[in-house]
């Protein structure tokens, strides 16, 4: 009933940049809070960064690096990602947290996730 769709990992050398997207489609009613985590190979999932109406909030890591960001008429989260190091490398999942509509009845606040893009840091 809702999708998440992601795009932009890849592969990319030390000190360069990527930037993720996440689109979320369906019958949505409302988004709250916006967000990306990611996985690396043996390591829990970890949180990068979150985006809602109060601002944002990032992980120490990628502090001064990452930089999150929403378009709310089109339902999508960004997430820039600058001077990247090689343990950057990992699995990248957006997050959102909405409320959509199942035929006519509105949903309470539900958790998705995207399916996860791959990037990896590295010469």
């Known amino acids: 009933q809702v999708q998440l769709v992601e795009s932009g990992g890849g592969l990319v050398q030390p000190g360069g940049s990527l930037r993720l997207s996440c689109a979320a489609s369906?019958?949505?009613?409302?988004?709250?809070?916006m967000g990306w985590y990611r996985q690396a190979a043996g390591k829990e999932r970890e949180l990068v960064a979150t985006?809602?109406?109060?601002?944002?909030n990032y992980v120490d890591s990628v502090k001064g690096r990452f930089t999150i960001s929403r378009d709310n008429v089109k339902n999508t989260v960004f997430l820039q990602m600058n001077s990247l190091k090689p343990d950057d490398t990992a699995v990248y999942y957006c997050?959102?947290?909405?409320?959509?509509?199942?035929?006519?009845?509105?949903?309470?606040?539900?958790?998705?996730w995207g399916q996860g893009t791959q990037v990896t840091v590295s010469l």
């Open positions: 985006i809602t109406r109060g601002g944002t």
């Open positions: 997050y959102t947290n909405l409320r959509y509509y199942s035929g006519s009845y509105l949903r309470n606040l539900e958790d998705y």
């Open positions: 369906g019958r949505i009613y409302s988004i709250g809070a």
